[in-house]
């Protein structure tokens, strides 16, 4: 298993404005996703970090809007960027240690975003 | 496409009765099968998985799953459910693209 912190574990924003969200790992991991979970909705997949190279986004996230950061193998940011109220939402960091499927992912505490 | 469906949103019992909480999943040649729960203000916490063997999972908390290769289901079990066992549970799996994907969700609401 993995023990992922993540910070801030919540926040007010102003529409407009920009918030970095930071997921630590206790160990190296191979793979880090980032997920979005709208009030009283299921997860949905934003993005793969890949270390050292640019993140992968899924179908309805870019990158303008949801830069992604892995500088190693235990650290990656997610900024929310020009934020609207649309943009409130749970972000969960979440990774898989082995690197093969099947292999299980373990989910950071998660980012409350409220924007105003 | 592949996908999962949790087919009761809200799934409301009395402390310590029996509860399932049903999960089916569209037929592939592999199935990599979890469940997750997430308590209030909390992040998600696995609670089983299902990858191959035995198609009886026992997970944490007393929850087990069955996997039914037949009915393509994977139906979550508590023969006796607490208070603390209130929160909401999600069934996930694997895609062709080696992605997660998961249900909607079901809320379980556990009353005195």
């Known amino acids: 298993s993995a023990v992922i912190s993540q910070k801030p574990s919540r926040d007010i924003c102003q529409r407009g404005t920009s918030l970095t969200i930071q997921c630590q790992v206790d160990?190296?991991?191979?793979?880090m996703f980032w997920y979005r979970q709208q009030p009283g909705q299921s997860l949905t997949l934003i993005a793969t970090?890949?270390?050292?190279?640019?993140?992968?986004?899924e179908s309805g996230f870019v990158i303008d809007k949801f830069p992604i950061s892995r500088p190693n193998l235990t650290f990656s940011t997610l900024t929310v960027s020009n934020m609207s109220p649309e943009d409130s939402s749970i972000y969960l960091c979440?990774?898989?240690?082995?690197?093969?499927?099947?292999?299980?992912?373990?989910f950071g505490p998660g980012t409350r975003l409220t924007v105003l | 496409a592949q996908s999962v469906t949790q087919l009761d949103s809200q799934v409301p019992v009395f402390e310590e009765a029996p509860v399932e909480l049903r999960c089916n999943y569209s037929?592939?040649?592999?199935?990599?099968l979890f469940w997750y729960v997430q308590y209030p203000n909390q992040g998600l916490q696995l609670l089983l998985k299902?990858?191959?063997?035995?198609?009886l999972v026992k997970g944490i908390n007393g929850f087990e799953a069955e996997f039914n290769k037949s009915q393509t289901s994977f139906h979550l079990r508590k023969p006796s459910v607490h208070i603390s066992d209130t929160a909401e549970y999600f069934c996930?799996?694997?895609?062709?693209?080696?992605?997660?994907?998961f249900g909607q969700g079901t809320e379980l609401s556990v009353k005195p």
């Open positions: 979440s990774v898989e240690t082995s690197g093969t499927i099947p292999d299980t992912q373990y």
């Open positions: 160990s190296q991991v191979t793979m």
């Open positions: 970090a890949n270390q050292g190279s640019e993140a992968t986004y």
């Open positions: 037929s592939s040649v592999s199935v990599y």
């Open positions: 299902y990858l191959s063997g035995s198609t």
């Open positions: 996930a799996r694997y895609n062709q693209g080696g992605k997660l994907i």
